[in-house]
């Protein structure tokens, strides 16, 4: 072997080394960690004045959320004991009118939902936190919220759990 071939060996493995830790999806996922767990966030909704309780967005919710971080990440889900730990309550579920008609009636409405999470990171404890995120739809005011409430929810939990997802691995 030659100088030169063992220094463009030496080049390239120093190269796929330093590439180690990249993921596609952005996320930042610290040395040795292999798992993640998701408890069930709780419709705490009833205790929010204005607030709506909506049977089974607890468990919709909940799903998202792992279905999102089993796409985005190689970890594996588990129950208990997780590397990295996802916690908290559904907080808000509410419709206000947006936009009024010259009559005063509204002309568009829109859902909210707010989720507070708590992100605990065992193999790196800085990364901790406790926020709020939210998000919204908005509809015409003629629709009822029944006719539109699936396809609400998709876009609303797609968006919170993207946005817990870059905050708690991407770093965003």
């Not at 990249?22 to 408890?39: D, L, R, W």
């Not at 989720?115 to 800085?126: P, T």
């Amino acid at each position: 072997m030659t100088l030169n071939y063992k220094l463009k060996l030496f080049f390239i493995l120093l190269l796929f080394e330093s590439c180690g830790n990249y993921s596609f999806t952005g996320a930042s996922i610290p040395e040795g960690t292999k798992t993640f767990q998701v408890n069930f966030f709780e419709n705490q909704t009833g205790n929010s004045m204005g607030s709506i309780f909506e049977p089974g967005l607890d468990r919709d919710f909940t799903i998202a959320l792992q279905d999102i971080l089993q796409n985005q990440t190689n970890l594996e889900l588990v129950t208990s004991d997780g590397d990295l730990i996802y916690e908290g309550e559904i907080i808000e579920y509410r419709v206000s009118p947006m936009t009024a008609t010259s009559n005063l009636q509204a002309a568009q409405n829109r859902l909210n939902i707010g989720v507070n999470v708590r992100f605990i990171n065992i193999k790196k404890e800085d990364d901790d936190f406790e926020r709020k995120f939210t998000f919204y739809f908005d509809y015409p005011a003629e629709v009822q919220l029944l006719n539109i409430k699936s396809e609400a929810h998709d876009i609303i939990f797609e968006r919170i759990t993207q946005d817990i997802f870059n905050a708690s691995l991407a770093k965003w």
